[in-house]
């Protein structure tokens, strides 16, 4: 009989990037060092140095690594299995909004807070931050423009309307980055509802509580 096969250990690249997720949503870039990175994630500094040339790389990585998490996240959520694309769109709103829970540091956007940070200090972290945040809105845009056409909306472009979600979706986190922590949730989610109201409106959708 072949022996049961172990999972594989995180390699140190690995673990690296998971500890800059979690402490970067908790304290931000600028005030995570790299001897809290390596301390977190079990590795030496110079472990850290063979992966990442610099902290600058290191937070380029970090997004693209937040970057593909969150999209295998999006991917296989229930929202897809809509027929109808207004209600996919309805539904991708109703998944962030179940996504909001707890301390805002667990429902935080990485490349949000590091764009917040770095838009100006880093070229590179800052094109990275923006391929992630608009992914999220490139991803609606064909099931905007379907629902466009379906329901005769005019006077806007599918690709406005994607940025738009991702604007209140940022937003929604920054406000909430201003509550105490009993707080912040409901703030971020009250704003998703407004989200959600707004696309039921102009597409002329009866309004019904979402599911979440």
Same mark, same amino acid.
């Given at each position: 009989?072949? #022996?049961?096969?172990? =999972?594989?250990k995180?390699?140190?690249?690995?673990?690296?990037?998971?500890? !800059?997720?979690?402490l970067?949503?908790?304290?931000?870039f600028?005030?995570?060092?790299?001897?809290?990175?390596?301390?977190?994630?079990?590795?030496?500094?110079?472990?850290?140095?063979?992966?990442? =040339?610099?902290?600058? #790389? +290191?937070?380029?990585?970090?997004?693209?690594?937040?970057t593909?998490?969150?999209?295998? +996240?999006?991917?296989?959520?229930?929202?897809?299995?809509?027929?109808?694309?207004?209600?996919?769109?309805?539904?991708?709103?109703?998944?962030?909004?179940?996504?909001?829970?707890?301390?805002?540091?667990?429902?935080?956007?990485?490349?949000?807070?590091?764009?917040?940070?770095?838009?100006? !200090?880093?070229?590179?972290?800052?094109? #990275?931050?923006?391929?992630?945040?608009?992914?999220?809105?490139?991803?609606?845009?064909?099931?905007?423009?379907?629902?466009?056409?379906?329901?005769?909306?005019?006077?806007?472009?599918?690709?406005? +309307?994607?940025?738009?979600?991702?604007?209140?979706?940022?937003?929604?986190?920054?406000? !909430?980055?201003?509550?105490?922590?009993?707080?912040?949730?409901?703030?971020?989610?009250?704003? +998703?509802?407004?989200?959600?109201?707004?696309?039921?409106?102009?597409?002329?959708?009866?309004?019904?509580?979402?599911?979440?």
């Amino acid at each position: 009989m072949n #022996a049961i096969r172990q =999972p594989s250990k995180p390699s140190a690249r690995d673990r690296l990037l998971e500890a !800059a997720v979690e402490l970067v949503r908790e304290q931000g870039f600028a005030g995570t060092s790299v001897e809290q990175l390596c301390n977190e994630a079990g590795v030496t500094k110079g472990a850290f140095f063979h992966h990442f =040339p610099s902290k600058e #790389a +290191l937070g380029v990585a970090v997004t693209e690594f937040w970057t593909q998490t969150t999209e295998r +996240l999006f991917a296989e959520a229930p929202y897809h299995r809509h027929s109808d694309p207004l209600d996919r769109i309805l539904g991708y709103i109703d998944f962030r909004v179940a996504l909001v829970g707890g301390p805002v540091e667990k429902f935080s956007c990485v490349a949000g807070t590091l764009i917040q940070e770095s838009f100006r !200090a880093s070229p590179a972290i800052r094109d #990275a931050c923006e391929d992630s945040i608009m992914s999220n809105a490139r991803a609606l845009e064909a099931n905007i423009a379907e629902a466009m056409a379906n329901h005769g909306v005019t006077g806007v472009t599918a690709e406005s +309307l994607a940025r738009h979600v991702q604007t209140v979706i940022q937003g929604s986190i920054i406000l !909430a980055k201003t509550q105490e922590e009993t707080g912040s949730a409901e703030l971020a989610r009250e704003a +998703l509802g407004h989200l959600r109201r707004y696309f039921e409106f102009i597409f002329a959708r009866p309004h019904q509580e979402s599911e979440s």
